[in-house]
Protein backbone atom coordinates (compact mmCIF):
# COMPACT_ATOMS: atom_id res chain seq x y z
CA UNK A 1 0.00 0.00 0.00
CA UNK A 2 1.52 3.03 -1.18
CA UNK A 3 1.92 6.14 1.90
CA UNK A 4 -0.12 9.15 1.72
CA UNK A 5 0.79 12.34 2.04
CA UNK A 6 0.41 12.70 5.78
CA UNK A 7 1.98 9.78 6.37
CA UNK A 8 5.43 10.36 4.18
CA UNK A 9 5.41 13.94 6.35
CA UNK A 10 5.41 11.77 9.86
CA UNK A 11 8.22 9.41 8.51
CA UNK A 12 10.08 12.07 7.38
CA UNK A 13 9.64 14.09 10.64
CA UNK A 14 10.41 11.14 12.83
CA UNK A 15 13.82 10.40 11.10
CA UNK A 16 14.88 14.13 11.20
CA UNK A 17 14.37 13.92 14.92
CA UNK A 18 15.80 10.00 15.32
CA UNK A 19 18.74 11.55 13.20
CA UNK A 20 19.12 14.42 15.71
CA UNK A 21 19.06 12.84 18.57
CA UNK A 22 21.44 10.27 17.31
CA UNK A 23 23.91 13.03 16.65
CA UNK A 24 23.33 14.59 19.92
CA UNK A 25 24.42 11.30 21.63
CA UNK A 26 27.51 10.40 20.02
CA UNK A 27 28.75 13.61 20.48
CA UNK A 28 27.48 13.56 24.26
CA UNK A 29 29.84 9.84 23.99
CA UNK A 30 32.82 11.63 22.51
CA UNK A 31 33.36 14.05 25.31
CA UNK A 32 36.74 13.47 26.73
CA UNK A 33 36.90 12.28 30.60
CA UNK A 34 36.68 14.96 33.40
CA UNK A 35 40.17 15.18 35.38
CA UNK A 36 39.61 15.31 38.99
CA UNK A 37 42.48 15.48 41.72
CA UNK A 38 42.27 16.05 45.21
CA UNK A 39 43.59 19.70 45.80
CA UNK A 40 43.20 19.27 49.83
CA UNK A 41 41.54 17.83 53.06
CA UNK A 42 40.77 20.24 56.13
CA UNK A 43 39.64 18.76 59.20
CA UNK A 44 35.61 18.99 60.20
CA UNK A 45 33.82 18.33 63.45
CA UNK A 46 32.87 14.71 63.93
CA UNK A 47 30.76 12.95 66.16
CA UNK A 48 31.14 11.32 68.72
CA UNK A 49 34.58 8.09 67.22
CA UNK A 50 34.06 9.44 63.77
CA UNK A 51 36.38 11.96 62.04
CA UNK A 52 35.06 13.99 59.35
CA UNK A 53 36.95 16.25 56.87
CA UNK A 54 36.39 18.33 53.55
CA UNK A 55 38.05 16.61 51.38
CA UNK A 56 38.53 19.71 48.23
CA UNK A 57 38.76 18.32 44.69
CA UNK A 58 39.60 20.63 41.11
CA UNK A 59 37.70 19.02 38.79
CA UNK A 60 38.95 20.34 35.06
CA UNK A 61 36.76 19.80 32.10
CA UNK A 62 38.66 19.40 29.18
CA UNK A 63 35.91 19.75 26.42
CA UNK A 64 34.01 22.40 24.70
CA UNK A 65 30.98 22.48 26.68
CA UNK A 66 30.39 23.57 30.22
CA UNK A 67 29.31 20.29 32.19
CA UNK A 68 26.81 21.35 34.67
CA UNK A 69 26.06 19.28 37.95
CA UNK A 70 23.50 19.07 40.57
CA UNK A 71 25.75 16.78 43.70
CA UNK A 72 29.16 15.01 44.56
CA UNK A 73 29.17 11.09 45.67
CA UNK A 74 32.94 10.57 46.60
CA UNK A 75 34.30 7.07 48.14
CA UNK A 76 38.28 7.70 49.03
CA UNK A 77 40.60 4.44 49.66
CA UNK A 78 43.81 4.42 51.61
CA UNK A 79 46.45 1.85 50.86
CA UNK A 80 43.87 -0.57 49.14
CA UNK A 81 40.99 -0.11 52.09
CA UNK A 82 37.72 1.59 52.09
CA UNK A 83 38.82 4.73 54.02
CA UNK A 84 35.87 7.60 53.63
CA UNK A 85 33.24 8.49 51.84
CA UNK A 86 30.51 11.47 51.60
CA UNK A 87 28.69 13.39 49.31
CA UNK A 88 27.11 16.79 48.60
CA UNK A 89 23.97 18.44 46.96
CA UNK A 90 26.16 21.32 45.66
CA UNK A 91 25.31 22.28 42.18
CA UNK A 92 27.63 24.26 39.77
CA UNK A 93 29.08 24.03 36.54
CA UNK A 94 32.36 23.15 35.34
CA UNK A 95 33.27 25.60 32.32
CA UNK A 96 33.87 24.73 28.77
CA UNK A 97 38.00 24.10 29.11
CA UNK A 98 37.93 25.69 32.79
CA UNK A 99 37.85 24.33 36.17
CA UNK A 100 36.22 24.91 39.46
CA UNK A 101 37.01 23.52 43.36
CA UNK A 102 34.32 21.21 44.76
CA UNK A 103 34.40 20.76 48.34
CA UNK A 104 32.72 17.31 49.99
CA UNK A 105 32.47 16.06 53.38
CA UNK A 106 33.40 12.97 54.35
CA UNK A 107 33.08 11.00 57.40
CA UNK A 108 35.61 8.63 58.93
CA UNK A 109 34.65 5.78 61.06
CA UNK A 110 36.22 4.83 63.81
CA UNK A 111 36.71 1.13 62.66
CA UNK A 112 38.74 2.64 58.84
CA UNK A 113 40.79 4.73 61.12
CA UNK A 114 41.72 1.58 63.48
CA UNK A 115 42.29 -0.68 60.27
CA UNK A 116 44.38 1.72 58.89
CA UNK A 117 46.60 2.00 62.53
CA UNK A 118 46.92 -1.89 62.38
CA UNK A 119 48.07 -1.72 58.71
CA UNK A 120 50.68 0.79 59.60
CA UNK A 121 51.80 -0.94 63.05
CA UNK A 122 52.24 -4.03 61.57
CA UNK A 123 55.19 -3.24 59.51
CA UNK A 124 58.38 -0.82 58.93
CA UNK A 125 57.99 3.50 59.04
CA UNK A 126 55.35 4.08 56.58
CA UNK A 127 56.53 6.50 54.05
CA UNK A 128 53.99 6.37 51.53
CA UNK A 129 50.45 5.84 51.60
CA UNK A 130 48.47 5.65 48.60
CA UNK A 131 44.87 6.78 47.79
CA UNK A 132 42.02 6.09 45.42
CA UNK A 133 39.30 8.54 44.95
CA UNK A 134 36.55 7.26 43.07
CA UNK A 135 32.94 9.69 42.11
CA UNK A 136 30.62 11.22 40.42
CA UNK A 137 29.15 14.74 39.45
CA UNK A 138 25.38 14.14 39.38
CA UNK A 139 22.97 15.56 37.11
CA UNK A 140 22.51 16.18 33.37
CA UNK A 141 20.71 14.26 31.15
CA UNK A 142 22.35 10.96 31.03
CA UNK A 143 23.08 10.73 34.98
CA UNK A 144 26.60 12.91 35.28
CA UNK A 145 29.72 11.77 35.23
CA UNK A 146 32.16 9.77 37.11
CA UNK A 147 35.91 10.31 37.94
CA UNK A 148 38.48 8.67 39.78
CA UNK A 149 42.09 9.86 40.99
CA UNK A 150 44.92 8.16 42.74
CA UNK A 151 48.32 8.81 44.12
CA UNK A 152 50.43 8.72 46.95
CA UNK A 153 51.69 10.76 49.69
CA UNK A 154 55.13 10.51 50.24
CA UNK A 155 56.56 11.23 53.99
CA UNK A 156 59.89 12.55 54.61
CA UNK A 157 62.38 9.53 55.31
CA UNK A 158 62.53 8.80 59.09
CA UNK A 159 59.21 10.20 60.14
CA UNK A 160 56.71 7.95 58.58
CA UNK A 161 53.28 8.40 59.04
CA UNK A 162 51.65 9.50 62.11
CA UNK A 163 54.89 9.93 63.55
CA UNK A 164 55.77 6.00 63.78
Keep these: MPMNLAQNRLFLAFFMLATLLLGGCASFMNRDALRVNVAGIEPL ?17 PNDTPIDFDGVAL ?25 VVVSVPVTVSAWSVARQALGFASGDAVTKVSYVARGRLAGGPFGGARFSDQGTIDFPSGSGAFGY
Excluded: H, T, Y
Aim: charged share 25%; hydrophobic share 35%.
Design 75 to 99: DLDVNGRAFASGVSPQRGSVPRFGE
Design 45 to 61: EGQGLEMRFAVKLRVQN
